[in-house]
């Protein structure tokens, strides 16, 4: 299997599902010309010409919303928004328009639209470019949100995601473009499956994102103290893979949920609170959760260093958990 | 400028009128004896808008409407007893009950929504037009908002964008000059033509209880829209009854009430056609036809049955073979 980039990954996604329905359009600012912020849309005017690749002005909430009438009237939009902070400008598309077409319109009309956009922090892009919001579009009904941590499965979601019938919004990580893995086209990720990237016996870490890979690196390191740490990466945060995590929670007994998202209210909430709810009796411990302090994601490199989930938060965590939750 | 429309063409504006005053004259009494339940904008008083425009639409035509949508939809030909049913919030309505009053679409005739948002129908009808013309449908999208959406940052993106791009859409703007119990005056401080003018984008402000003005000039901008880009159609029209159903209009002096009354475009669209030497007799029976058609349609909207919980529960997302 050859090695791909992550953004190439989704460059691929772009390429393919463009290739595979002319009724797939790319949208956003810069995506055309310049192949977008984050190069993700690179080469696809020239291959597909400005009717179906087209750079916008800078009106977040036009461009989504007009996605959404795209999508009424027959078009499969797919829209960059350059950061996922500047969504707050399209949160009316998104939350009043998209996610409720269908269902008050009463199944008339579908909406195949997808949004694509990065989060998270690591770059020190600072407050107003580092926020990690996916909690925001889970908590609407209508939308879908899947959270990629690899090449393949960013690949295989938004081939998914192009052909969902459904809005969906397609959540990067801008500090995860050049992470490197492997790549096979064929491969399939429906939306709403979830992927246990390490089998364990002690403990279930649940996560999604870029944190799969700093559960792994823990996975790794907890060796050493004989616990065998099973990591289960969601990919998709709505729907969310319930079966596969209370199944896992039934053969290791505790659990840890990792994000990078703020902790307060955010997905990790509702996984912890539905565990609790379904499988109780199956828990010799409190279900931990680990998310970022909150607080507005820090300019500086020294603080947000301090910032940023470490490997030794989510290890604390797991321990606290070994020991029935006393940390 | 085209001549003015011909007698057989007036009529049939009149008759689109009549519809809608009488379908939304017996919302008034459905809604006072609480069969229709949330509440309601009527556009009495406004019919000529709703009428002229889509007189100037094709089937291939797409439509986004506001809140106070329920002329455009009648209008654009929705079906009246899936209408009544969805306003009575039953199973057989054109949204299965899901919607209500500010949310009606109906697929079949390309009408894309009516909006409980201000102003956010005009930039998923941008949408719309893009979609025309990337496909080359040769449609327009035909988009009304009232003067209040004039504040609202979608139009001016909207504006911009279907400059930008020569999209084939027809903004069509109600000017009643009120935004809900605010006069327009005190909150908005330019002009429609003034926005125009500064995009670029050609606009023709019309009297809209003059339902012939309205349709010649929508004729004219739709068709240049459909190939040479934006064009906007401001229509001064007046709101006759409250912002909703139930307001007592405290804000609104006697003087303006009565004025309104005199600008009633179906006694203007009356008169017109008389002086053209139609028979009183004619419109009459006209008026009889629609009354028994609404008569009916109310009939049948309260036979239907309420919608089932389950079923719009699992009408959330399309149910896919693909899932999980
Ligand atoms: C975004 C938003 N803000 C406020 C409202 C409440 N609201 C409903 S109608 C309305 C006034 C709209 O005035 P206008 O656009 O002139 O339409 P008209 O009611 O006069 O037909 C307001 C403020 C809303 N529905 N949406």
Known sequence: MAEIRYMEAINRALQDGMAADESVIVMGEDVARAGGSFKATRGLLDKFGARRVIDTPISESTIVSAAVGAAMTGLKPVVEIMFMDFVTLAMDAMVNQAAKARFMFGGQFNVPMVLRTPHGGGLNAGPQHSQCLEAWFAHVPGLKVVCPSNPQDAYSLLRAAIDDPDPVVFIEHKAMYGKRGEFDATVVAPIGKASIVRPGRDVTIVTYGSTVHTALQVAKQLEAENIDIEVIDLRSLQPWDEATVYESVTRTHRVVVVHEAVKSYGCGAEIAASITENVFYELDAPVMRVGSPFMPVPFATSLEAQYVIKPADIADAVRAAMAGGRQ | ?324
Not at chain 2, 18 to 47: M, Y
Not at chain 2, 187 to 208: M, N, S, Y
Not at chain 2, 233 to 246: A, N, Q, V, Y
Request: aromatic share 6%.
């Open chain 2, 1 to 324: 400028m085209k001549k003015n429309t011909d007698s057989q063409s007036l009529l049939s504006l009149y008759r689109t009128m009549r519809l809608i005053r009488t379908a939304e004259s017996s919302l008034i009494k459905l809604f006072a004896d609480s069969e229709i339940p949330g509440f309601i904008h009527l556009s009495i008083g406004q019919e000529a808008v709703a009428a002229g425009v889509m007189s100037a639409l094709e089937e291939r035509d797409t439509v986004a409407t506001n809140h106070r949508g329920h002329g455009h939809v009648i209008a654009r030909g929705m079906d009246i007893d899936l209408f009544f049913k969805e306003l009575m919030g039953k199973d057989g309505g054109i949204c299965r009950g899901r919607g209500g009053s500010m949310h009606v679409a109906d697929r079949s005739k390309g009408i894309l929504g009516a909006n409980g948002i201000v102003g956010a129908g005009i930039p998923v009808a941008l949408g719309s037009a893009l979609a025309h013309s990337v496909r080359g449908t040769g449609g327009v999208a035909a988009v009304f908002f009232g003067d209040g959406a004039m504040a609202e940052g979608v139009l001016h993106e909207s504006l911009n964008m279907a400059a930008l791009w020569k999209l084939p859409i027809l903004f069509v703007c109600e000017n009643n000059g009120w935004s809900e119990f605010s006069p327009t005056s005190e909150q908005f401080v330019a002009a429609l033509g003034d926005l125009g003018r500064a995009f670029g984008i050609p606009h023709v402000l019309v009297d809209g209880n003059n339902v012939d003005d309205v349709a010649m000039a929508a004729q004219e901008l739709a068709g240049q829209a459909r190939t040479g880009g934006p064009r906007i159609l401001e229509c001064k029209t007046h709101r006759i009854r409250g912002h909703f159903e139930g307001d007592s209009q405290k804000y609104r002096n006697a003087e303006e009430l009565t004025a309104a009354d005199g600008l009633d475009p179906l006694r203007c669209a009356r008169a017109l056609i008389e002086q053209r030497g139609v028979a009183a007799a004619v419109m009459d029976g006209i008026d009889a036809e629609v009354e028994a058609q609404v008569a009916a349609s109310v009939l049948a909207g309260r036979a239907d049955r309420q919608p089932d919980f389950a079923q719009a529960f699992a009408d959330v997302y399309t149910a896919t073979a693909a899932q999980g």
